[in-house]
T-cell receptor, first 113, second 112 residues
Framework: EAAVTQSPRNKVTVTGGNVTLSCRQT?????MYWYRQDTGHGLRLIHY???????QIGDVPDGYKATRTTQEDFFLLLELASPSQTSLYFC????????????FGEGSRLIVV | QQKVQQSPESLIVPEGAMTSLNCTFS??????FAWYRQHSGKAPKALMS????GEKEEGRFTIHLNKASLHFSLHIRDSQPSDSALYLC????????????FGAGTQLIVIP
């Protein structure tokens, strides 16, 4: 089964703080995604990438930056964290193609106080 | 932008019952339809998917798809307590882009 690892699993920061969430996949997948999950909203796409150096904007990108440094590693950056960014963040990867099965990491819970 | 809506928001059924979960979508060009299951505190995991109109069965799980009605559903036969989870439907245009649009989920509780 595809392996996607996220870190940290839990993070508390203050308003205005700087946070980096990390994701690594070891499945040689080309596509990687960052979602946030909030009650009543399901999974919403923040940013995604087709490969190293590529970055695409998702549906809720405001306040977030992302960087794909290698095929394996995808980072989500919150440079001025706000309480509205308190959420559960999931990274996912897929080989692509019409099958589109996503493999998710275990999630990173972020609390901004 | 694609809108994906699920019903009901939550559902409680007794063990052994048939469970039906619904999903509607707005983009008539959608080509790929999937269900994901998320147990409490865990990552979402793909359950099953379908491309063509009709139904697809895998064990106790069946997907029905009606593209003309912009609707698909998941049916769980002989529901078990281990089926208790958040069920997320997902839709995409099926291209190599892999952009899945998710519904808000249905929380299923199966009572022994």
């Amino acid at each position: 089964e595809a392996a996607v690892t996220q870190s940290p699993r839990n993070k508390v920061t203050v308003t205005g703080g700087n946070v980096t969430l990390s994701c690594r996949q070891t499945n040689s997948h080309n596509y990687m995604y960052w979602y946030r999950q909030d009650t009543g909203h399901g999974l919403r796409l923040i940013h995604y990438s087709y490969g190293a150096g590529n970055l695409q904007i998702g549906d809720v990108p405001d306040g977030y930056k992302a960087t794909r440094t290698t095929q394996e590693d995808f980072f989500l950056l919150l440079e001025l964290a706000s309480p509205s960014q308190t959420s559960l963040y999931f990274c996912a990867s897929t080989a692509g193609g019409s099958g589109n099965t996503l493999y998710f990491g275990e999630g990173s819970r972020l609390i901004v106080v | 932008q694609q809108k994906v809506q699920q019903s009901p928001e939550s559902l409680i059924v007794p063990e052994g019952a048939m469970t039906s979960l619904n999903c509607t979508f707005s983009d008539s060009a959608s080509q790929y339809f999937a269900w994901y299951r998320q147990h409490s505190g865990k990552a979402p995991k793909a359950l099953m998917s379908i491309f063509s109109n009709g139904e697809k069965e895998e064990g106790r799980f069946t997907i029905h798809l009606n593209k003309a009605s912009l609707h698909f559903s998941l049916h769980i036969r002989d529901s078990q307590p281990s089926d208790s989870a958040l069920y997320l439907c997902a839709v995409s245009r099926g291209s190599a882009l892999g952009r899945l649009h998710f519904g808000a989920g249905t929380q299923l509780i199966v009572i022994p």
